[in-house]
């Protein structure tokens, strides 16, 4: 059976290089910025995961792999995160906002999608 190539999911002209970073399309050059950008989300005091959205909709597509939660624009980002509890909410947006801006030109949004009981375990990261 013949292998299938991907088609480009998303017709939203901010999705940058969505195509090029599909497994057929083009290399994985974007790979490590996105890790920088992830890496720099999730330590930030507060910052409990990232979030795919609520259907998914919230991600970039890299060879391979799929990172939940980043959804690369030109220009800027989306960034959809999971909160502890307690957290304040503007304090930590903005917090994420500057841990991304070395990575990012443009607009960072960032969109709140759940806040993590406190009985909810860290999720576990790659070393």
């Known amino acids: 059976m013949p292998m299938l190539t991907p088609l480009l999911v998303s017709s939203d002209p901010r999705d940058r290089g969505l195509r090029e970073s599909l497994p057929g399309h083009g290399g994985d050059e974007g790979a490590d910025e996105i890790d920088l950008i992830t890496g720099a989300v999730l330590a930030v005091p507060g910052v409990h995961d990232l979030h795919a959205g609520v259907l998914g909709e919230a991600a970039t597509y890299l060879p391979g792999r799929r990172v939940n939660g980043l959804r690369m624009r030109e220009p ?52």
Do not use: K, N
Not at 82 to 107: C, F
């Open 76 to 127: 800027g980002c989306d960034i959809h995160v999971v909160l502890d509890w307690g957290v304040p909410v503007g304090g930590t947006a903005a917090a994420i906002r500057a841990a991304v801006r070395p990575y990012v030109p443009g607009p960072v949004d960032v969109t709140v999608e759940d806040v993590a009981d406190l009985a909810s375990p860290a999720p576990e990261t790659l070393s």
